[in-house]
């Protein structure tokens, strides 16, 4: 059922069920995110899109949330970009430009904020990972659940059962593309693919032997779980379409003969 | 109101109006090589404009991990989320008929929506001097 909210002094449109960064988005009001993908369940763990929430009620309190977890509700009242929020905001990107200092988009998000330098000691051997766990949550949808974070405290990271290949992976580079700074990398070349530290075959086409972007794991993967005909994921697209385009034509031939045929209408 | 594309290929003199108009209307700079809508060269005068079909029960829609393709049950037509689509190409490869199309970005895929968006009045169908591409209404 619809209600309405309202969001920096607007009154939006929102369903029940919906998180205030749907409705926010949806009317067209930016909120930044890093670890927001809307393949997987909103997680909260990069704390970029904190907003200041109140309702009537509160008695003029209010409250600091995430707002890709905070529930929309009739009568709420939100603020994206309050001076509490910026700070908030701020808070975070000097600690993650302090964690990765290298990520381009930590840098440019962190300068819109007004962060140029972080006040805080830098990590040695900075990586680009800020820990959002966004690679682990699509496997977790998409795929095998291949990856998952381990250690714990400042150990804590993203990885593989016992640091080795992941024996589930299937190399469909859905953790690369999620990954809002890059740091996943993996390599194509000559039909092999790595990624993880894992080699994995490339599919071929079976008509033009050219290489698939997919991988014969992530054939079989899909087939079982998709419930497909393994028979869809073995030709190129191509290849497809040429085959495609040979039967219309066989059959526009035919009907330019019945055209010839017809008897003349007059 | 629905409607949908008819392609009658014994109409079709493989003058590629319907990839330039594709071409324009989506893609950057109007590159005909990124076009969602492609003229093919089958025999001697013998083209076949290929785009998408919006099957019924559609090989992309069902290999999708995340569901990032749905059908539009108003107008029929297969839609692809960009902002839920996690870039594993399994959709290029399923299409049984090759047309759905990786973009320029090389990262993203593009398949033929009959132009939502843009008037919803497919363009490829607009610049069809034979009237080989039309839309129906059912």
């Keep these: ?266 | 109101m629905a409607q949908r594309l008819v392609v009658q290929p014994q109409y079709c003199i493989g003058c590629r109006a319907c990839e330039m108009a594709c071409a324009f209307t989506h893609g950057d700079k109007g590159q005909p090589g990124k076009s969602r809508c492609l003229t093919l060269t089958v025999g001697k005068d013998e083209y076949v404009p290929m785009l998408c079909l919006q099957c019924d029960n559609a090989a992309c829609v069902q290999v999708c991990p995340v569901e990032a393709i749905t059908r539009d049950e108003d107008t029929n037509v297969v839609h692809v989320d960009p902002e839920k689509c996690i870039q594993c190409m399994a959709c290029t490869v399923a299409c049984p008929f090759g047309n759905m199309h990786v973009g320029i970005a090389k990262i993203e895929v593009v398949k033929c929506d009959l132009c939502a968006g843009f008037g919803d009045n497919p363009r490829c169908a607009m610049f069809c001097p034979t009237k080989c591409l039309s839309v129906e209404m059912v």
């Design chain 1, 1 to 266: 059922m619809a209600f309405f909210m309202t969001i920096n002094g607007r009154r939006v449109e929102a369903n029940e069920g919906e998180m205030v960064l749907t409705v926010a988005r949806r009317a067209g009001i930016d909120i930044p995110t890093l670890c927001h993908h809307e393949a997987v369940e909103p997680f909260g763990s990069c704390r970029l899109c904190m907003i200041e929430v109140t309702k009537p009620a509160w008695n003029g309190w209010k409250g600091l949330m995430t707002s890709c977890l905070y529930p929309a509700a009739a009568d709420l009242i939100v603020e994206t970009d309050s001076e509490r929020v910026r700070q908030v905001r701020r808070n975070v990107l000097d600690l993650l430009l302090a964690r990765c200092p290298d990520a381009e988009l930590i840098q440019k998000l962190a300068a819109d904020y007004g962060v140029i330098q972080s006040t805080f000691p830098t990590r040695e051997n900075p990586d680009k990972c800020i820990l959002c766990g966004l690679c682990v949550r699509v496997c977790e949808t998409a795929a095998t659940s291949a990856i998952a974070t381990v250690q714990r405290g400042h150990e804590r990271e993203i990885g593989t059962p016992w640091g080795g290949p992941p024996p589930d992976c299937i190399g469909c580079l859905a953790c690369v593309h999620v990954c809002p700074t890059g740091h996943i990398k993996y390599e194509d070349v000559g039909g092999m693919r790595k990624v993880w530290g894992r080699e994995f075959e490339l599919q071929r086409c079976e008509k033009t032997g050219k290489v698939l972007p997919i991988t014969k794991e992530q054939a079989v993967f899909l087939a079982k779980r998709q419930n497909m005909n393994p028979n869809y994921l073995s030709k190129s697209a191509d290849a497809q379409r040429k085959d495609t385009a040979e039967t219309l034509g066989r059959i526009a031939k035919w009907n330019k003969l019945g055209m010839a045929m017809a008897p003349e209408v007059k």
